[in-house]
């Protein structure tokens, strides 16, 4: 539908049902996804899912907890969105995420939305909407004792008053989503529309329409190639999704991994042309996928994964380079961490023609790293990532079960940090025009930074000066 045409043909019988029975956001979703042909994903949808062992496990623990542990969520999400029909058609989140955990951990699989719409209502209102409600316990549908009061006597007399919608309970539950409000919507900057719920049903889904059928204008002056350069700890995966959220790069990643839940798969498919995923593509996924399909470099690939050896740096630049040289790449442009590693691999990408327009050296020091990684622990149980400081496990049964990723041991931190530091120098050297930042700051004020470096000029070299004297951007 053209979003300059008004006003749009709404379907007559979308204010009856949304009167009758009273789930209006729900009822705002439903119907744009239909309006849409997308897909409406809530976490009820979500662990309804058939043939899904994940789905299983999601519905035994929501049936006894009647909550699903953030990490498990995402999980589900993940699995969701791979699927054909949402990498085709497009998806709606209704209510998810609910929590600023669940958006960081999103983001982080490269999932990120072109719109979000916040329907506001004051909580008076709200409350007397709740209060009214009352459910036919034969029939399943709701009435509300103001709103749409049945006329027949008989379904007077058995209509009942469903649990958890006392005035306490329901100011309980709006106290707390406002509190997690505040905190996600700085996630989704530039991309948020608040639209009062407090008036016709018609014009909030006009409203909703209009917006979701506009489309942003990223505010880089180019078409940026981003390479972020770090040690292991240092954010860069984080920092690389919200450059891929906020300008549509693709988020090409050497190894999977997440920035606060390492237990969750890494996502890539290579038909990914809808909304969902297509920001993100992990070379080592890469490397599989040239095997499973037996190509000419897929044949080249598979003895060193036989015999668990190292690819060569020259097979793992010509997959990554047809990756690269894919439409949404050259259009949309990219943004590469954990690749080049050492000035032979930057030489070998800069001769391919791959060149980086921007380079980010995220400096973070040892102890912090050490703090990060090392107080890690995963709960074997509900595969919850957990921080023994920054998101300690609320209850002492759960923290004796926790458990430490080898990986997160302090002696493989410290191998992989020499490597890192050991090759740096040279590729600083290389990268001429790098821009060096502190990591050890809050990620949104290192993410500032690095936009400001993205969207300004470079800065001038002074001769003389290293890269990581430059005066602009200078936070190490």
């Not at 798969?265 to 996924?285: A, H, L, S």
């Amino acid at each position: 539908m053209d979003a300059t045409t008004a006003p749009h043909r709404i379907p007559p019988e979308m204010p009856q049902y949304g009167e009758a029975n009273h789930i209006f956001e729900l009822m705002q979703a439903m119907w744009l996804g239909k309006h849409l042909n997308s897909n409406l994903l809530s976490v009820e949808s979500l662990i309804a899912k058939e043939y899904s062992s994940l789905a299983a496990d999601a519905r035994t623990h929501y049936q006894k907890f009647q909550t699903l542990p953030d990490v498990l969520l995402v999980r589900l999400l993940q699995e969701r969105l791979r699927e054909e029909d949402c990498i085709r058609r497009g998806w709606i989140l209704d209510g998810i995420p609910e929590t600023r955990e669940q958006a960081l951990l999103i983001q982080t699989l490269g999932v990120s939305p072109r719109h979000v719409i916040v329907l506001s209502a004051p909580d008076t209102v709200l409350i007397e909407r709740n209060l009214g409600k009352r459910i036919d316990p034969q029939t399943g549908e709701i009435y509300h004792t103001t709103f749409d009061w049945p006329p027949e006597s008989e379904i007077q007399d058995r209509l009942i008053a469903p649990a958890g919608i006392s005035e306490g309970e329901t100011a309980r539950r709006l106290l707390e989503y406002h509190r997690n409000m505040v905190r996600i919507l700085p996630s989704y900057p530039k991309i948020v529309k608040v639209i009062t719920a407090d008036q016709p049903c018609v014009d909030v889904f006009y409203q909703a329409l209009t917006y979701v059928q506009t489309v942003h204008r990223s505010n880089a002056p180019f078409t940026p190639r981003v390479l972020l350069c770090g040690p292991v700890g240092s954010g860069k995966s984080l920092q690389a999704a919200l450059l891929a959220q906020k300008y549509g790069l693709v988020n090409v990643i050497s190894r999977p991994g997440l920035y606060s839940a390492e237990t969750l798969p890494t996502v890539f498919n290579k038909r990914c042309e809808g909304r969902i995923m297509k920001n993100k593509v992990c070379c080592g996924q890469l490397l599989k996928e040239a095997v499973a399909d037996k190509s000419k470099y897929g044949e080249m690939i598979r003895p060193f994964f036989e015999k668990e050896t190292a690819v060569p740096s020259y097979i793992i630049m010509k997959v990554l380079g047809q990756r690269l040289d894919q439409q949404d790449c050259v259009e949309r442009g990219w943004v590469l961490h954990g690749f080049p590693r050492d000035r032979d691999q930057a030489c070998l990408m800069d001769s391919m023609g791959y060149k980086p327009n921007r380079v980010f050296f995220l400096n973070v020091p040892f102890d912090s790293i050490i703090e990060r990684l090392t107080l890690r622990r995963t709960d074997p149980v509900t595969g919850e990532r957990c921080h023994l400081v920054y998101k300690p496990p609320p209850t002492m049964e759960i923290q004796a079960r926790l458990l430490q990723s080898p990986k997160d041991s302090e002696e493989q931190i410290r191998l992989r940090m020499e490597l890192f530091y050991r090759n740096s120098a040279e590729l600083q050297e290389f990268y001429r025009q790098a821009i060096t930042l502190n990591g050890d700051q809050d990620p949104y004020t290192v993410f500032e930074y690095i936009e400001s470096g993205v969207i300004n000029p470079l800065p001038k070299k002074v001769p003389g000066l290293r890269a990581k004297e430059y005066p602009p951007g200078e936070q190490s």
